[in-house]
Each structure stands twice: as C-alpha cells, then as structure tokens.
C-alpha cells in the first residue's frame, strides 16, 4: 500500500549533460553518448532505489525533452524544418518540427535504455511516454488532414513502442499529457480515444500524467492568471475515470487544486503529486504525509501511489533526490499511522 514513484524525469548527471536547464545540451557525442545514456538511465534507477521509491523510472535520462525525445526515432517529422508555434493555447512559443509525410518509426526508440534500467533493478519499473494530444501540441502539420487524425496517427506509433517496453519487462507505461489540463473539451471529445489506441493491447499497468507544467517561469507565469481555485481536473475526471486507462496522475502538492476533485476518480489509482516541482525547497516527510493523508479523504490509501507533481529535470540533483527521500520517508509515515 502506498508504493512510491516519480511522475517522469530526473536531472542528469554534469557528465551527460549540462545541469538545471530544459533541452539541456549533451556534453558528449557519438558512441560515448551512446554509453553514457544508458551509464546515467541505471544510475538513476539505483538512486531512486536508494532514496526508496517503489515504483523506479529510467528518469528520461536519454532523452533531451519529453515529447522530442520520441519523436527523434519518428520519420516523417523533419526536425530542419522548423516553425515557430504557439505551446499550449499559447502559453508560449517554440520553434518546433513539421510533420511533413506519413508517419512511422524508424525501430524501437526506447528499448535500449528500457533494458538498461530493467538490468539494473528488481523494483516494479515504470517508463512515460508523451500523450498523442500533447505531442501534437509541439508540432507543425504539413501533411495530415487535421491534427486529430495527426494525433491518432501518433497513438498507433505509441502503441507499437508501448508493446516492445511492455515486452522488455516495463510494468506500467505512462502517457504524458499536460495537454489535457488546457484543452479540456478536446480532450473529452477525442483525447482519451486516442490514449486507448496508444494502449490497446498492454497487460502493463497504464497510467496517464496531467499536470500544470515544469517549475519554470513560462509556467509559473500562466498559473498565476488561473486564480485561486484551479478546477481544470474537474472537466476531464469524469471522462477518465470511465477510460480504460488504470493510473491518473496529478499535480497536488503546493497547489490551487482543490483536492476533492480527485473524489471524481471513483475507480482508478491515483497518483497524488506530493512533491512541488516548482521549488528548490526540500519538503520535510511530515509535509509529504499531510499531503497524503489530505487525499485519503477523498480517495482510499489502497488506490494511492505518493508521487511527484511533474518532472523535475530542470532541478539540481542534490535537491530532486532529496525531494525522493522526502517522498519515500512521507509515504512511509502514513502507512504507520493507517
């Protein structure tokens, strides 16, 4: 009851590449890159191990972004032929690949550091990957009708990578999708559809991630415009909870979430965000506790897994895995106490 884990990614090493940023530049190339890739996926596995996480990730160590890191073992997305768009209804803009042709991978993306981290634990291991809605959202489209027949096409992508992680050892594969929380009628009208197709198939735990974003300023800039009461969640639980997808992870910890919402997930595990991504401050295991025991209120303690609120690759290393300490030793308390 209350096994750990971690929403997605963790900062890497200075040896793989450079520290407390977003899109962060590899420090090597080639075969060495190659190598340290999977050197800091097993790493990191064994420090979340160490810090007493349950449920263990690769930490998208071999991964520059969260979306772009699939998309780098996609044809048809030409990554020299960039458009500037705006992200997320707008929130920000990027100068992002077009989807140019037909759709498909070049080979298996993810299998090689899913097998390091599979190596290098005994834990239950969970691997993320972007959501179709949220993939989209950080593309241009010159070749599909319209971005939800582009959105679809991407969930079959997903499901072949999904099946091949499922296949390597992965117990539960994570859909990222930020997305939902800005464009929450979509992601009713044909969002969770396109989750289904990119799981149809797995006997693998699913789980889809929704939250309010990194701790960086784009995003601390647009929570602050959405008031004191953020009730986006309420839009699209419903419809979740009646998916056929198992996990939904949120954003709880130093939040304007109020956190009844989760009540609207009568039939799924929740993963509740216990640590702010948001912030260097290390949360103390009491502070993780109260969290915890605040969504029992709502939720019972057996379809509760403490998590993290988002990523947090833009962190210094020494405070993220501080923050898994917390974590662990929070969800530990709670038990002794239930």
């Given at each position: 009851?209350?096994?750990?884990?971690?929403?997605?990614?963790?900062?890497?090493?200075?040896?793989?590449?450079k520290?407390?940023?977003?899109?962060?530049?590899?420090?090597?190339?080639?075969?060495?890159?190659?190598?340290?890739?999977?050197?800091?996926?097993?790493?990191?596995?064994?420090e979340?191990?160490?810090?007493?996480?349950?449920?263990?990730?690769?930490?998208?160590?071999?991964?520059?972004?969260?979306?772009?890191?699939?998309?780098?073992?996609?044809?048809?997305?030409?990554?020299?032929?960039?458009?500037?768009?705006?992200?997320?209804?707008?929130?920000?803009?990027?100068?992002?690949?077009?989807?140019?042709?037909?759709?498909?991978?070049?080979?298996?993306?993810?299998?090689a550091?899913?097998?390091?981290?599979?190596?290098?634990?005994?834990?239950?291991?969970?691997?993320?990957?972007?959501?179709?809605?949220?993939?989209?959202?950080?593309?241009?489209?010159?070749?599909?009708?319209?971005?939800?027949d582009?959105?679809?096409?991407?969930?079959?992508?997903?499901?072949?990578?999904?099946?091949?992680?499922?296949a390597?050892?992965?117990?539960?594969?994570?859909?990222?999708?930020?997305?939902?929380?800005?464009?929450?009628d979509?992601?009713?009208?044909?969002?969770?559809?396109?989750?289904?197709?990119?799981?149809?198939g797995?006997?693998?735990?699913?789980?889809?991630h929704?939250?309010?974003?990194?701790?960086?300023?784009?995003?601390?800039?647009?929570?602050?415009?959405?008031g004191?009461?953020?009730?986006q969640?309420?839009?699209?639980f419903?419809?979740?909870?009646?998916?056929?997808?198992?996990?939904?992870?949120?954003?709880?910890?130093?939040?304007?979430v109020?956190?009844e919402?989760?009540?609207?997930?009568?039939?799924?595990?929740?993963?509740?965000?216990?640590?702010?991504?948001?912030?260097?401050?290390?949360?103390?295991p009491?502070?993780?506790?109260?969290?915890i025991?605040?969504?029992?209120?709502?939720?019972?303690?057996?379809?509760?897994?403490p998590?993290?609120?988002?990523?947090?690759?833009?962190?210094?290393?020494?405070?993220?895995?501080?923050?898994l300490?917390?974590?662990a030793?929070?969800?530990?308390?709670?038990?002794?106490?239930?």
């Amino acid at each position: 009851m209350l096994e750990t884990t971690i929403a997605g990614s963790l900062p890497k090493p200075l040896w793989l590449a450079k520290p407390g940023v977003l899109w962060a530049p590899w420090a090597l190339e080639g075969e060495a890159l190659a190598v340290a890739k999977l050197d800091a996926t097993m790493l990191s596995v064994a420090e979340q191990a160490r810090c007493g996480i349950d449920i263990v990730s690769d930490g998208e160590q071999a991964r520059q972004h969260f979306v772009h890191g699939f998309l780098v073992g996609v044809e048809g997305v030409d990554f020299n032929k960039k458009k500037r768009i705006g992200i997320r209804n707008n929130r920000y803009e990027a100068d992002c690949p077009t989807v140019v042709s037909e759709l498909r991978r070049t080979g298996p993306v993810h299998s090689a550091e899913a097998k390091a981290a599979r190596a290098a634990t005994t834990n239950k291991l969970k691997f993320t990957l972007p959501g179709p809605m949220t993939i989209i959202d950080t593309l241009a489209n010159e070749h599909y009708r319209d971005k939800v027949d582009m959105a679809m096409a991407f969930a079959r992508l997903l499901n072949e990578e999904a099946r091949e992680l499922e296949a390597v050892g992965v117990d539960v594969i994570q859909f990222d999708e930020p997305a939902f929380n800005v464009y929450m009628d979509e992601a009713v009208q044909w969002g969770i559809d396109a989750l289904h197709v990119a799981s149809e198939g797995l006997r693998s735990a699913t789980a889809v991630h929704i939250c309010y974003g990194y701790g960086i300023e784009a995003n601390i800039k647009w929570k602050e415009t959405l008031g004191q009461s953020w009730r986006q969640y309420e839009q699209v639980f419903p419809a979740l909870d009646r998916s056929r997808i198992q996990q939904v992870s949120l954003e709880c910890a130093a939040s304007k979430v109020p956190l009844e919402l989760i009540g609207l997930l009568k039939t799924k595990t929740v993963l509740v965000g216990a640590i702010d991504v948001a912030s260097d401050v290390v949360e103390t295991p009491e502070q993780v506790a109260a969290t915890i025991h605040a969504a029992t209120k709502f939720v019972d303690a057996e379809r509760i897994i403490p998590c993290t609120n988002c990523g947090m690759a833009p962190m210094a290393r020494e405070t993220a895995y501080g923050k898994l300490r917390a974590l662990a030793d929070g969800a530990a308390l709670v038990r002794k106490s239930l």
